[in-house]
């Protein structure tokens, strides 16, 4: 099966300016993830959702992140604006339909974001 | 609140020497734990959880409840394993919620 996509997988921009990543999680699964790892720090959540509803955003800084999954299949996160604290790689994941305990999750490739 | 401490961020060793990379973790209920691993240039992939009682590509983990440890262990290291190593934790009441730890980078040393 194709994996998580993801794009761009490079993007280097201002502070205050603003930028989009877009996600394609795996055929059939309605979980979606978008996690942020800074540099030497494990993946933390920003956002998940089951198909389109939003499940977790608790750790999403509202004031500049959003992020929507409209038809329930491809996601875009979206900062603005940007700040130099956002640099870092900004993951995707998805995993199994739900009924299934403890999710394995299907990460994609990443997209590495600095902030100048 | 749930926490995965790793408390290592390098560990290097001799191919061919034992592995333990270490995790402890913060959760008064039941947990499920997991090991994710990221090879380069590859993408961050499962190698193992607790509910499987499983041994991938020679690694095991034992969960020590009483320790509240979840350590990862490989009695011979190989090159292939040089990687970049999670340890995560999921809940029964959020089963889809994945914690991750800031993660060990294991070296084996030829």
């Known amino acids: 099966e194709a994996g998580v996509a993801q794009s761009p997988r490079y993007k280097i921009i201002e502070k205050r300016q603003s930028v989009a990543f877009w996600c394609n999680p795996i055929?059939?699964?309605?979980?979606l993830y978008w996690y942020q790892q800074i540099l030497g720090q494990g993946p933390k959540l920003l956002i998940q959702?089951?198909?389109?509803?939003?499940?977790?955003d608790s750790q999403l800084p509202k004031d500049r992140f959003s992020a929507e999954r409209l038809k329930g299949v491809d996601s875009t996160l979206k900062i603005q604006p940007a700040k130099l604290e956002d640099s870092a790689v900004y993951l995707c994941?998805?995993?199994?339909?739900?009924?299934?305990?403890?999710?394995?999750?299907?990460f994609g490739p990443g997209t590495r974001l600095t902030v100048t | 609140a749930q926490r995965v401490t790793q408390p290592e961020k390098l560990l290097s060793v001799f191919k061919g020497a034992p592995v333990e990379l270490k995790c402890n973790y913060s959760?008064?209920?039941?947990?499920?734990l997991f090991w994710y691993v990221q090879y380069s240039r590859q993408r961050l992939q499962l190698l193992l959880r607790?509910?499987s009682r499983e041994s991938i590509k020679g690694f095991t983990a034992d969960l020590n409840k009483g320790e509240t440890s979840f350590h990862l262990k490989k009695p011979f290291a190989q090159e292939e394993d040089s990687a970049m190593y999670y340890c995560?934790?999921?809940?029964?009441?959020?089963?889809?919620?994945?914690?991750f730890g800031s993660g060990t980078r294991l070296s084996i040393r030829p």
């Open positions: 994941a998805s995993s199994s339909p739900p009924g299934l305990a403890f999710y394995e999750q299907y």
């Open positions: 055929s059939g699964h309605a979980t």
């Open positions: 959702f089951q198909n389109n509803g939003v499940v977790d």
């Open positions: 959760y008064s209920g039941s947990p499920e």
């Open positions: 607790h509910i």
């Open positions: 995560a934790l999921s809940t029964y009441s959020s089963a889809s919620k994945i914690i």
